[in-house]
T-cell receptor, first 115, second 116 residues
Framework: GAGVSQSPSNKVTEKGKDVELRCDPISGHTALYWYRQSLGQGLEFLIY????????KSGLPSDRFSAERTGGSVSTLTIQRTQQEDSAVYLC?????????????FGEGSRLTVL | AQSVSQHNHHVILSEAASLELGCNYS??????LFWYVQYPGQHLQLLLKYFSGDPLVKGIKGFEAEFIKSKFSFNLRKPSVQWSDTAEYFCAVTPAYSSNTGKLIFGQGTTLQVKP
């Protein structure tokens, strides 16, 4: 497809389990972002990848969260030992450059529920 | 730390009413500013953006926003709302020049409900 693709669209897991969320950005987009959307909290920045530069991880809430981007394309967000407060919609976005050059294109999100 | 504040969390209007959603940011340098919209069941999409030039910018669907540098504000406006404008609106800001990151910071969002 032409848009940002995220999987799974819904994930229910038990507290303490690890989860992986996947993002396929738009082909050719060099920048990729992960955000977390919680009710009443807006969009919380998690991590940003730009080309081959070191990612900006300043938004990751704890060391249980990590992300990688392989081959400058697909990205995986991993949450280890999930907690109930991790329940949220995780959004991925991509763009051709940084946000100062253009708009972000968002995926539909992965809704994570931790029981 | 940079932050974006949207003062109105939930706004209810009747069709044809005028809309203004507030947005203030804390970054002191040159910024690029955005409004994004999320319609029910859809993904976030860009409504309008400001990089430089005329501080009054026009976006899709009759929306406009005015950048007032002295007030660190970028309020969204529409003269006459429609039922189809029911959505969640997010203001976002990023430094125009950053040596390390292109991080885009979003506000908490404003839910707009337009009654037919």
């Amino acid at each position: 497809g032409a848009g940002v693709s995220q999987s799974p669209s819904n994930k229910v897991t038990e507290k303490g389990k690890d989860v992986e969320l996947r993002c396929d950005p738009i082909s050719g987009h060099t920048a990729l972002y992960w955000y977390r959307q919680s009710l009443g909290q807006g969009l919380e920045f998690l991590i940003y990848f730009q080309g081959n530069s070191a990612p900006d991880k300043s938004g990751l809430p704890s060391d249980r969260f990590s992300a990688e981007r392989t081959g400058g394309s697909v990205s995986t967000l991993t949450i280890q030992r999930t907690q109930q407060e991790d329940s949220a919609v995780y959004l991925c976005a991509s763009t051709t450059g940084g946000p100062y050059t253009g708009e972000l294109f968002f995926g539909e999100g992965s809704r994570l529920t931790v029981l | 730390a940079q932050s974006v504040s949207q003062h109105n969390h939930h706004v209810i209007l009747s069709e044809a009413a005028s809309l203004e959603l507030g947005c203030n940011y804390s970054y002191g340098g040159t910024v690029n500013l955005f409004w994004y919209v999320q319609y029910p069941g859809q993904h976030l999409q860009l409504l309008l953006k400001y990089f430089s030039g005329d501080p009054l910018v026009k976006g899709i669907k009759g929306f406009e926003a005015e950048f007032i540098k002295s007030k660190f504000s970028f309020n969204l406006r529409k003269p006459s709302v429609q039922w189809s404008d029911t959505a969640e609106y997010f203001c976002a800001v990023t430094p125009a020049y950053s040596s390390n990151t292109g991080k885009l910071i979003f506000g908490q969002g404003t839910t707009l409900q337009v009654k037919p």
